[in-house]
């Protein structure tokens, strides 16, 4: 769903106003900074990014909801790659039906439905799909696979953006027009179905709780209930990392959300701008966190995710305090930030594996999708906040972030870490 966002045809009233950017697995809005400021196409626009977001947030809530509930159920049948072929197919029909919005205000709804279930099941799938980590690293190589699937992801996701960008610049597709909109649609149930396949092919099924008890799905509510209670009690460090991962996650995304809104309107990128920008930013991300996961091994996952958050940190308050430098330091800051996102994110999920008992692996998951959920309002919040107190000055949000992503990282500190495995 990432390569769809607000350039779909569902969200074009002014076709020429709204650009499209893609970073798998986020998506970003790029706003033409020349049209910008007309006051009553700011509010058209504004109303529909408003709506697109009260769609998300209700994916959110029924992804809190379900994911740790179904990934407790995958465990107990012993049928995470079940799982993760029902969601993926699911996730592919709204992919797929995107290719059939038509622009105009009629379609929008649709649009957003579209956007927000597909999100609701590909968050679940990923919580099978991480779950698979287990059957195909050892203790030793855990790091090391989880940093290798995270930055072919970036990669991937600089193959796709190239392409469709390709295709528009050489004239083979118009981007202002909703026909090129759909074939990205089309493109990208293609694309997800061809990358799926291998995984269905090759990777083994975790092994499933031995002698569970089969429940229904009302009753696996009060199992998580006792799940978390044994969490708390049997595998502490678990519990917490859940907690301070929430935060630091939240932080992480905002970085992506807001990223190019900070780009456009401080330091004037235009559309071009952002796609080279992001182009240059997946591919560092992408080299980063494959070279990571090999100290993820080394070091540990902990190491790795504490020297990444308080990188990020660093880099937002240098765009920040740095911002009269101009354009090329918010290159060279970008780019040093794009070394940290990557490895952050792989190196949690490896922190995850490392730390979860066996055949609690999807439980554990969907628990760990669920509390990115439920602190997935605070750095929008303090970013909002933070502009509000400074008179509408954008950059300002750039510090409500940093504020999110120094909570997450100092509460991480206190998250006892899991023990290497011996080399």
């Not at 059939?100 to 999100?119: N, R």
């Not at 004037?268 to 100290?295: E, H, P, Q």
């Not at 190491?303 to 330091?329: E, H, K, N, Q, Y």
Request: hydrophobic share 55%; with cysteine; proline share 4%.
């Amino acid at each position: 769903m990432g390569v769809l966002g607000l350039g779909h045809p569902a969200f074009q009233h002014r076709p020429h106003h709204l650009r499209l950017g893609s970073q798998l697995p986020h998506q970003h809005f790029f706003l033409d900074p020349e049209v910008v400021g007309t006051a009553g196409e700011d509010a058209a626009l504004g109303q529909l990014a408003s709506n697109l977001g009260y769609g998300i947030t209700a994916a959110g809530l029924l992804i809190a909801l379900l994911a740790p509930v179904l990934g407790q159920r995958a465990d107990r049948t012993g049928q995470q790659k079940s799982q993760l072929l029902l969601f993926t197919a699911l996730l592919i029909a709204a992919q797929l039906g995107m290719v059939f919005v038509q622009p105009g205000a009629e379609w929008f709804w649709m649009g957003v439905a579209l956007i927000a279930i597909g999100s609701v099941f590909g968050e679940i799938a990923g919580v099978s799909y991480n779950a698979l980590l287990v059957s195909i690293a050892t203790p030793k190589t855990v790091g090391k696979v989880s940093g290798l699937g995270w930055g072919f992801g970036y990669l991937g996701g600089i193959i796709a953006l190239a392409t469709v960008v390709g295709l528009i610049l050489g004239g083979v597709l118009d981007g202002t027009v909703a026909t090129t909109f759909q074939l990205i649609a089309l493109g990208s149930t293609i694309w997800t179905v061809i990358f799926v396949i291998p995984i269905f092919v090759n990777v083994p099924e975790p092994p499933k709780l031995t002698a569970a008890e089969k429940v229904g799905f009302f009753r696996s509510y009060v199992e998580l209930g006792r799940s978390i209670m044994r969490l708390w009690k049997d595998s502490r460090p678990t519990f917490w990392f859940l907690l301070a991962s929430a935060v630091y996650r939240d932080g992480l995304s905002a970085v992506f959300v807001f990223g190019s809104v900070i780009a456009s309107i401080v330091f004037g990128f235009t559309f071009t701008d952002l796609v080279v920008f992001g182009i240059a930013l997946n591919l560092v991300a992408g080299v980063a966190t494959i070279l990571a996961g090999r100290l993820d091994d080394r070091l540990g996952p902990k190491t790795v995710i504490v020297v990444s958050v308080f990188g990020l940190v660093a880099c937002t308050l240098a765009v920040f305090f740095l911002v009269d430098l101009g354009t090329p330091m918010f290159w060279v800051a970008g780019l040093i930030l794009a070394l940290f996102v990557g490895p952050a994110q792989a190196a949690s999920r490896s922190f995850l594996a490392r730390v979860t008992p066996v055949g609690k692996e999807g439980e554990v998951f969907g628990l760990y999708a669920t509390t990115g959920r439920a602190a997935g309002w605070m750095a929008s919040l303090a970013w909002g906040v933070f502009i509000a107190l400074a008179a509408n000055q954008t950059l300002f949000g750039l510090l409500g972030i940093s504020l999110v992503l120094l909570v997450g990282g100092v509460l991480l500190l206190f998250v006892k870490a899991p023990p290497r495995a011996i080399r």
